[in-house]
């Protein structure tokens, strides 16, 4: 099993632009969530998914969209970068409610200039 | 408003003794605690959790204990090796699959 994989893992965007992060899980895991951790800070949740075509907001979902058509892929879309979404992005997966933890891609580190 | 707080960015601990992380929590709510371990480049991994039912988990090396009354638990590492070394993070989870809130983490390094 690959687990949670992620693309790209680094990436610089222009304030402006547009990107979709990638997410795909082999687990056929149920649930599926995008986090981003700030420096010095812990992870927030963006957006989950509780199955393929149900998706719902985090914490802090403001500048984001996902999606979900199919269990093993969860998109994160950026439109219109800005500065503040400066970050390092996490996808993670978990079988709910039979375990509780989650497993986590590796990450993609975002910079906007 | 940060509902979980690890207040300690960084512990050093001689090799072969006891690592102690601590993380503190405001929301009595919360039906589980997590630990996750988290080396440079790569994604959190998953440790060790406790449900709120219970106050001791054990795994190996790793046990967790949680203090309700106090909104306090703690991660302990015995003994402590090189290899933990890592940032360590605790997280909380109302059991709904859908929130977990993260700590800032703790730095830990173990030294040879």
């Known amino acids: 099993n690959a687990g949670v994989t992620q693309t790209p893992k680094f990436r610089i965007l222009k304030i402006g632009q547009s990107m979709t992060l990638q997410c795909t899980q082999d687990m056929n895991h149920n649930y599926m969530y995008w986090y981003r951790q700030d420096p010095g800070m812990g992870l927030k949740l963006i957006y989950y998914?509780?199955?393929?075509?149900?998706?719902d907001k985090g914490e802090v979902p403001n500048g984001y969209n996902v999606s979900r058509s199919t269990t093993e892929d969860f998109p994160l879309r950026l439109e219109l970068a800005a500065p503040s979404q400066t970050s390092v992005y996490f996808c993670?997966?978990?079988?709910?409610?039979?375990?509780?933890?989650?497993?986590f891609g590796p990450g993609t580190r975002l910079t906007v200039l | 408003d940060q509902q979980v707080k690890q207040n300690s960015p960084s512990l050093s601990v001689q090799e072969g003794r006891i690592s102690i992380l601590n993380c503190d929590y405001t929301n009595s709510m919360f039906d589980y605690f997590l630990w996750y371990k988290k080396y440079p480049a790569e994604g959190p991994t998953f440790l060790i959790s406790i449900s709120s039912i219970k106050d001791k988990n054990e795994d190996g090396r790793f046990t967790v204990f949680l203090n309700k009354s106090a909104k306090h638990l703690s991660l302990h590492i015995v003994p402590s090796q090189p290899g933990d070394s890592a940032v360590y993070f605790c997280a909380a989870s109302k059991n709904t699959g859908n929130q977990f809130y993260f700590g800032t983490g703790t730095s830990l390094t173990v030294i040879p």
């Open positions: 998914s509780v199955g393929a075509g149900i998706t």
């Open positions: 993670a997966s978990s079988y709910f409610p039979d375990y509780i933890e989650q497993f």
